[in-house]
Nanobody, 113 residues
Framework: VQLQASGGGLVQAGGSLRLSCAASGSTISNGATGWYRQAPGKQRELLAH???????NYADSVKGRFTISRDNAENMVYLQMNSLTPEDTAVYYC????????WGQGTLVTVSS
């Protein structure tokens, strides 16, 4: 399986972005998918996770602002991000449990104050 993350960009504080994670080579819903981010000088952190059965979990830092979803027909996983703050500035990655664990390339999100 290969993952392609997209949708990052520059947004003002309070704005929204939707990140997309496109899977190829396998059916993304056959595994669990997570969205992570890594800010400069910080460790990569798990933000949101969706299981094979569709159960979702969120880090406290994004709960109520971010929503992970999956479109099985499109073989995509999304991360809707609302009420963004400068502290959300980071490179965002998607990860699938398929194939022993696969990372997509990062997509940069920059939130200006």
């Amino acid at each position: 399986v290969q993952l392609q993350a997209s949708g990052g960009g520059l947004v003002q504080a309070g704005g929204s972005l939707r990140l997309s994670c496109a899977a190829s080579g396998s059916t993304i819903s056959n595994g669990a998918t997570g969205w992570y981010r890594q800010a400069p000088g910080k460790q990569r952190e798990l933000l949101a996770h969706i299981t094979r059965s569709g159960v979702t979990n969120y880090a406290d830092s994004v709960k109520g602002r971010f929503t992970i979803s999956r479109d099985n027909a499109e073989n995509m996983v999304y991360l809707q991000m609302n009420s963004l703050t400068p502290e959300d500035t980071a490179v965002y990655y998607c990860h699938s449990s398929l194939g022993g664990g696969v990372w997509g390339q990062g997509t940069l999100v920059t939130v200006s104050s």
